[in-house]
């Protein structure tokens, strides 16, 4: 079962949202600064993968810069923490379609 969790990194001064797999894996991320609101990062795992799988480095990097990256490692830990929770799939895909237009149009 796919989960959806939004968190707050306050060293960072960002919203974080991900949508991880059922083994708590982050499939796709989300970050807006909590100034303004603006997204820095809107990467997909599986986007990331089929660069990776074509060794295809130039649009990997661009990629990268454009969408930023991807959290390594598994979901855990969240469920106590301040500002943190489970958040519907509806919510997590309108925030990943606004941020995906807006650095996509840079």
């Known amino acids: 079962m796919a989960m959806w969790i939004r968190t ?18 982050v499939l796709r991320q989300v970050d807006l600064r909590d100034t303004d609101g603006a997204p820095v990062t809107a990467a997909s795992l599986d986007e990331v993968r089929r660069y990776q799988e074509r060794a295809d480095v130039d649009t990997a990097n661009r990629y990268e810069q454009r969408y930023g990256r991807v959290a390594e490692g598994r979901l855990t830990g969240w469920e106590g923490a301040p500002h943190a929770g489970a958040i519907p799939a509806e919510e997590f895909e309108r ?11 840079m």
Do not use: T
């Open 8 to 25: 707050y990194d306050e060293d960072r001064g960002l919203w974080q949202y991900f949508e991880g797999d059922d083994a708590g894996w």
């Open 95 to 105: 925030v990943w379609l606004d941020a995906r237009r807006n650095l996509g149009a």
